[in-house]
């Protein structure tokens, strides 16, 4: 640290950029070291002077100022600053309703889903959905050991330092359960999110643009003093792993959260079913107004705890649970033109370009207009939406969000319609490569044909390809890949393995380049050369197939359990009447779109032969199979038939398929066991005759340990 440096004034521009580019790699480590690892390296005031000194040249040469600067990470911390957590219990999301039929519905599905008659008591809780971030707290022995963002809800951040800041966060329980997983969200309040961001304002800071972001931002701070200068808040509304239960029921469970000192919300209440639940509901969204926190909707939760751990879940939603979220909140603006973006799978999406206009406390200046149909006047089914009124550049359009998501555009209004505004013609050629744009039979979506040819496709792959879920690669983002392909240096993911042996020689290549140093080279060789061996889930999810998203990539992952399976079953499962085709179709969770996609990725001669190239580079690790380790059933055919008295079908394939048994329709030599009940016919004398395993609800519910 006591190394004489040359004043700033006398770097030549060469110099500087090696430096900005050594302080950034030097920082991250101490970021890392620090936050992550909980051993710093560096003093406080040794860590202040190197970010000085880099402020410092970026001040003198702003146009080196590097993409991951650390002068920028003080307000939005990158995640690779944070430790990674596996959650016990994974963090899940929760399904969607928007009418009140639908909460009618819900109720229904979970009566047939338990074989509960329709007058039998089913008592639901109804709470505030906080739009805030949730926040897993691990308490042991009554002590706050981490806390944990939810990520991917497999695996989150460690925010523990920083939790432990804010005071809402017990830090010791008295008469807690010796294992105790708190959840609940990180939220900010209007007053506290308003006064925050005067200060920043004045402090020439970053200002944040609603009081969620505040609170995110805030909490995933790399110095948890910043947080501790935050006004953050914490209501706990659920749990993970526990050693004992809190309570048998939702309303217990979280009284019980209260006398351990954690705040709940208020507003939470006991209701006999939908009727009550939407009359909680309006009440709720009376008082929205006058809450002094951001709430989106209601949840509602199945009160009993036992019915919950029988409903159990879906790929990433509970069954018992679901967010009846407020309608979105509207306004009207100018269309000032439409843009198409090529996507990854060479998806034309139509894009709104809007006059700025606030919606909900948040500036929109773009809106998806989803496809030719939408813009239209139609929906998929080619009927007329908005009254079949077509949307055209230079029309006023009502602008709508709808929580998080992307903002949509509701509505036209006609009597302010330009004179010479025109249908608008969507093209029939991909505007990024020229190639032709077709639309299938059935598919809403036009696509480009120019495959890698296409370079929109060919980046968008890249860059899904090194995203974090994918490869993740440190110091290979968007802008890079971007930076390579142009170059022609990286055209396919196999290309990113063969980067040093093409382009590294003497690193001059790289050296030569802006942002690029001989640090930085070799810190991305390093980090190239460490995703070699990887996850076969990850691996998955990074091919970027249609419908293959990163939950769906984990069960295939799970189900195959090596790349060579995976890859033999995906090129078999090309014979629609083989097992291998059932044996996709059979994964909890893959449809019949899914498995399409897949087969025809695999069974196109260019894509496999590129897929084949990226591969020779990997060793891509064996996905462990956690939820059925011990399992008796496990990678076992089951056929139920006749009546079962104790659940309903539904129920009892999902128990068997959470187990890792496989449940299919039809006895035959492949069959593991049959379980029948009352009634059986023709399948129990198949069985018989085929000398299947046979065994009645009780023998099975006692093998798999639920008697
Ligand atoms: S329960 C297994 N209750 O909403 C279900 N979630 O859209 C766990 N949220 O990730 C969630 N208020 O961050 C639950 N009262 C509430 C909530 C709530 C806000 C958030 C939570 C969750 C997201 C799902």
């Excluded at 500036?363 to 989803?370: K, Q």
């Amino acid at each position: 640290m006591s190394k004489s440096r040359t004043a700033v004034e006398d770097l030549s521009e060469d110099a500087a950029r090696e430096e900005l580019a050594a302080l950034a790699s030097q920082l991250a480590a101490a970021n890392t070291a620090y936050h992550a690892e909980d051993a710093p390296e560096l003093s406080d005031a040794e860590y202040d002077t190197l970010k000085r000194r880099n402020a410092a040249i970026e001040a003198r040469f702003p146009e080196l100022k590097r993409e991951d600067s650390p002068s920028d990470q003080v307000g939005a911390a990158p995640a690779d600053g944070f430790g990674k957590v596996n959650h016990a219990v994974r963090m899940l999301s929760l399904g969607n309703a928007f009418e009140a039929e639908e909460i009618a519905e819900f109720d229904t599905r979970i009566r047939r889903y338990l074989g509960l008659a329709d007058d039998a008591p089913l008592p639901y809780t109804a709470e505030p959905k906080i739009d805030g971030l949730s926040l897993s707290l691990r308490y042991e022995g009554g002590t706050l050991m981490q806390a944990a963002t939810r990520g991917d809800g497999a695996v989150g951040e460690n925010v523990t330092a920083n939790a432990r800041t804010i005071d809402d966060i017990p830090v010791t329980l008295s008469g807690a359960p010796e294992m105790l997983e708190v959840r609940g969200e990180v939220y900010m309040s209007h007053a506290d999110f308003q006064a925050l961001n005067a200060r920043q304002a004045e402090r020439g800071g970053k200002t944040f643009a609603n009081p969620r972001n505040a609170a995110a931002g805030s909490l995933r701070q790399l110095d948890p003093q910043i947080t501790k200068s935050r006004p953050l808040r914490f209501f706990a509304y659920a749990w993970g792993e526990v050693s004992e239960p809190l309570a048998d029921s939702q309303m217990g469970a979280i009284r019980r959260l209260e006398e351990l000192g954690f705040q709940t919300n208020p507003l939470t209440a006991l209701c006999d079913g939908p009727t009550e639940m939407l009359a909680h509901y309006a009440s709720i969204e009376e008082q929205r107004a006058t809450l002094d926190y951001d709430i989106d909707g209601v949840v509602y939760k199945v009160d009993d705890l036992d019915l919950q751990r029988r409903l159990g879940f879906r790929s990433t939603t509970p069954r018992w649970a679901i967010a009846h979220k407020f309608p979105a909140e509207l306004a009207w603006t100018r269309l000032e033109a439409i843009d198409i973006q090529v996507g990854r799978t060479g998806a034309l999406s139509p894009v709104a370009r809007l006059l700025p206009v606030t919606v909900g406390g948040v500036v929109v200046s773009n809106a998806t207009l989803h496809n030719e149909d939408y813009i239209a006047g139609r929906d998929a089914k080619g009927e007329a939406i908005r009254d079949g009124k077509d949307i055209r550049v230079g029309d006023w359009v009502q602008v709508y969000r709808a929580g998080d998501v992307i903002p949509k555009i509701a509505d036209v209004d006609l009597s302010k319609r330009p004179e010479d505004a025109k249908p608008y013609a969507f093209p029939a050629t991909c505007p990024e490569c020229g190639s032709d744009a077709i639309r299938e039979e059935g598919d809403a979506v036009r696509r480009c044909t120019g495959g890698i040819v296409c370079p929109a496709q060919a980046v968008e792959k890249l860059k899904h390809f090194v995203s974090r879920a994918a490869f993740d690669i440190e110091g290979l983002g968007a802008k890079q890949v971007e930076q390579f392909y142009r170059d022609g240096w990286i055209k396919e993911p196999s290309d990113i393995f063969d980067l040093e042996k093409n382009y590294g020689a003497g690193l001059q290549q790289l050296k030569n380049r802006e942002g690029w140093g001989e640090k930085s080279a070799s810190n991305l060789f390093a980090a190239i050369a460490e995703k070699r061996t990887i996850p076969l889930g990850r691996v998955i999810f990074a091919l970027g197939l249609r419908h293959v998203g990163e939950a769906a990539s984990n069960l295939l992952a799970r189900h195959y359990g090596t790349w060579d399976a995976f890859e033999t079953a995906m090129r078999a499962a090309a014979d629609e009447t083989g097992t291998a085709w059932d044996d996709l179709l059979g994964i909890d969770g893959v449809g019949a779109v899914m498995a399409r996609s897949l087969v025809t990725s695999f069974a196109q001669e260019a894509e496999r032969a590129s897929i084949e190239r990226l591969v020779a580079h990997l060793t891509i690790q064996a996905a462990a199979r956690p939820d059925t380790e011990g399992s008796p059933v496990a990678g076992k055919t089951v056929v139920f038939t006749g009546t079962l008295e104790r659940m309903t079908r539904a129920e009892a394939k999902a128990r068997a398929e959470a187990l890792g048994a496989k449940v299919s329709g039809s006895v035959s030599a492949r069959t593991d066991i049959v379980v029948a009940g009352p009634g059986a016919g023709s399948k129990e004398k198949k069985a018989r005759d085929l000398g299947v395993e046979l065994m009645d609800e009780d023998a099975w519910l006692a093998l798999i340990g639920q008697a």
